[in-house]
T-cell receptor
Framework: AQSVTQPDIHITVSEGASLELRCNYS??????LFWYVQSPGQGLQLLLK??????LVQGIKGFEAEFKRSQSSFNLRKPSVHWSDAAEYFC????????????FGAGTTVTVRA | DAGVIQSPRHEVTEMGQEVTLRCKPI?????LFWYRQTMMRGLELLIY????????DSGMPEDRFSAKMPNASFSTLKIQPSEPRDSAVYFC???????????FGPGTRLTVL
């Protein structure tokens, strides 16, 4: 079965600094990978997704992620963090074409300090 | 588009009571998912439907939980009887056929006293 590991539970970053969130997946075939963001008291919003093709994918809000098959990783990055980026971030994988179930990592909480 | 709609947004009930959570998926989406989010277990899939038919309910914790989708625009998740350990945020999500991207509703925060 597929699974996702997010090694960092909590990250604190200064406003304007760069941000990188780690995600490692476990899946036998080519994974379909996602990053979602959850602001306090809100639902989940899709930041970006990777299905195939270019391993560097661009998302909304200035985020990007890079798929590295050799490292089983799909790390999320942002060059310059804004205070509004404070939220919880979830990496997820789905085992297409067998099913559409999203398996989520435990999440990484990002705190942005002024 | 209104997005995925869930009601109520907050529910407080007493142990032993029946609880019904409601979801309206995005029009035209053929897949509907119910998730539960807790501090201890994170986000976990409870059940999902395709064209109103339950496909995988292996995540439903026990017989106290049931879900239905009587038509393409409405689904319910029922807990009977409710217990304090059911306290969580319950999310509904929908997606189009072949489109893996799932759109999430705002969630229902359930507190069972």
């Amino acid at each position: 079965a597929q699974s996702v590991t997010q090694p960092d539970i909590h990250i604190t970053v200064s406003e304007g600094a760069s941000l990188e969130l780690r995600c490692n997946y476990s899946y036998g075939a080519t994974p379909y990978l996602f990053w979602y963001v959850q602001s306090p008291g809100q639902g989940l919003q899709l930041l970006l997704k990777y299905f195939s093709g270019d391993t560097l994918v661009q998302g909304i809000k200035g985020f990007e992620a890079e798929f590295k098959r050799s490292q089983s990783s799909f790390n999320l990055r942002k060059p310059s963090v804004h205070w509004s980026d404070a939220a919880e971030y979830f990496c997820a994988v789905v085992a297409l074409p067998n099913d559409y179930k999203l398996s989520f990592g435990a999440g990484t909480t990002v705190t942005v300090r002024a | 588009d209104a997005g995925v709609i869930q009601s109520p947004r907050h529910e407080v009930t007493e142990m032993g009571q029946e609880v019904t959570l409601r979801c309206k998926p995005i029009s035209g989406h053929d897949y509907l998912f119910w998730y539960r989010q807790t501090m201890m277990r994170g986000l976990e899939l409870l059940i999902y439907f395709n064209n109103n038919v339950p496909i995988d309910d292996s995540g439903m914790p026990e017989d106290r939980f049931s879900a239905k989708m009587p038509n393409a625009s409405f689904s319910t998740l029922k807990i009977q009887p409710s217990e304090p350990r059911d306290s969580a945020v319950y999310f509904c999500a929908s997606s189009r056929v072949g489109g893996v991207e799932q759109f999430f509703g705002p969630g229902t925060r359930l507190t069972v006293l």
